[in-house]
């Protein structure tokens, strides 16, 4: 699933080649893929594009009408779901199936989303106001801004453990099973650990790391370790510096232990128990 840094690779590749343009046409392919109530429906046709913003690991598509803001999407990409972006009509670089909708725009240019799996989606708002008192008001502070100070009055008096805790949105937005592993590896706190026996100055150094292996993870394209590609096609190159992540019974890159597993909130999580302490 893509995580803050491919998201964000998403938006920078996409915004410098929408920005600024009007779109002429939308085709929808699979209108089970636009979801919520919300008025307008016509996936911002004629309407000329603004901005392409992030919170978390979703994208919203901001639209314009002589400088004051107009309607917009929110584009959630699930476990399968890219954006593509064609400077021709043609759909040369891009896999025809599994694209769910279609838009052209002013200089010939062309918009996909593709989803094979379906777990990803597009909200309709009818401004950015109603996307952020809506579908985002129930998330944390996005994971590259969020303070010590936020992510402690979030943790307080807590009893489950950091894993779970990193991975809720209504936490923090953004991080997901890669990126949570890594952080903790770095941290070297082990995934079981309550978060109510951390203190102050571990979660002061987990929000630093937090915003170094972001930064560093964004700087790389971000990560491809299935079939992640930004908007241009271009897949990422952090995974190389993966510690942990996908390294399941391989030796740790720090101390040669072999590295275990534990299921935490239905995922796997990947650890070493030598250079990772359980707090109890
Ligand atoms: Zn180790």
């Known amino acids: 699933m893509p995580e803050l840094p491919e998201v964000e690779n998403v938006r920078t590749s996409l915004r410098r080649k929408i920005v600024g343009?009007?779109?002429?046409?939308?085709?929808?392919?699979?209108?089970?893929?636009?979801?919520?109530?919300?008025?307008?429906?016509?996936?911002?046709?004629?309407?000329?594009?603004?901005?392409?913003?992030?919170?978390?690991?979703?994208?919203?598509?901001?639209?314009?009408?002589?400088?004051?803001?107009?309607?917009?999407?929110?584009?959630?990409?699930?476990?399968?779901?890219?954006?593509?972006?064609?400077?021709?009509?043609?759909?040369s670089g891009t896999q025809l199936n599994h694209i769910h909708v279609t838009w052209r725009f002013s200089d010939g240019g062309t918009f996909f989303f593709r989803d094979p799996r379906r777990f990803g989606g597009i909200w309709t708002f009818p401004t950015p106001r109603q996307l952020r008192d809506t579908r985002w008001q129930h998330l944390g502070p996005d994971a590259v801004t969020i303070t010590a100070m936020q992510l402690t009055k979030s943790l307080r008096n807590r009893?489950?453990?950091?894993?779970?805790?990193?991975?809720?949105?209504?936490i923090v937005a953004g991080l997901g099973n890669i990126y949570v592993d890594e952080i903790?590896?770095?941290?070297k706190i082990h995934p079981l650990t309550p978060v109510k026996m951390l203190c102050c100055k571990q979660i002061s150094?987990?929000?630093?790391?937090?915003?170094?292996?972001?930064?560093?993870?964004?700087k790389a394209g971000g990560?491809?370790?299935?079939?992640?590609?930004?908007?241009?096609?271009n897949h990422g190159r952090f995974q190389s510096q993966?510690?942990?992540?996908?390294?399941?019974?391989?030796?740790?890159?720090?101390?040669?232990?072999?590295?275990?597993?534990?299921?935490v909130a239905g995922r796997t999580s990947v650890f070493c128990q030598c250079c990772q302490v359980l707090y109890k």
């Open 242 to 263: 993966f510690q942990v992540y996908g390294r399941s019974n391989q030796r740790c890159k720090q101390c040669e232990t072999t590295l275990q597993t534990v299921t």
């Open 21 to 91: 343009q009007k779109i002429t046409h939308v085709s929808v392919h699979r209108p089970d893929i636009i979801r919520g109530p919300s008025k307008p429906r016509n996936m911002l046709s004629g309407c000329q594009i603004k901005e392409v913003g992030r919170y978390g690991k979703q994208l919203a598509i901001y639209t314009e009408n002589n400088g004051s803001y107009e309607p917009c999407i929110c584009i959630h990409l699930g476990m399968t779901g890219s954006l593509r972006y064609e400077p021709t009509s043609g759909q």
């Open 223 to 233: 990560s491809t370790f299935k079939d992640y590609q930004n908007a241009n096609g």
């Open 205 to 218: 150094s987990l929000v630093r790391r937090i915003h170094r292996l972001l930064h560093n993870a964004i």
């Open 159 to 170: 009893s489950r453990n950091i894993k779970s805790a990193l991975l809720d949105q209504g």
């Open 184 to 187: 903790l590896f770095q941290c």
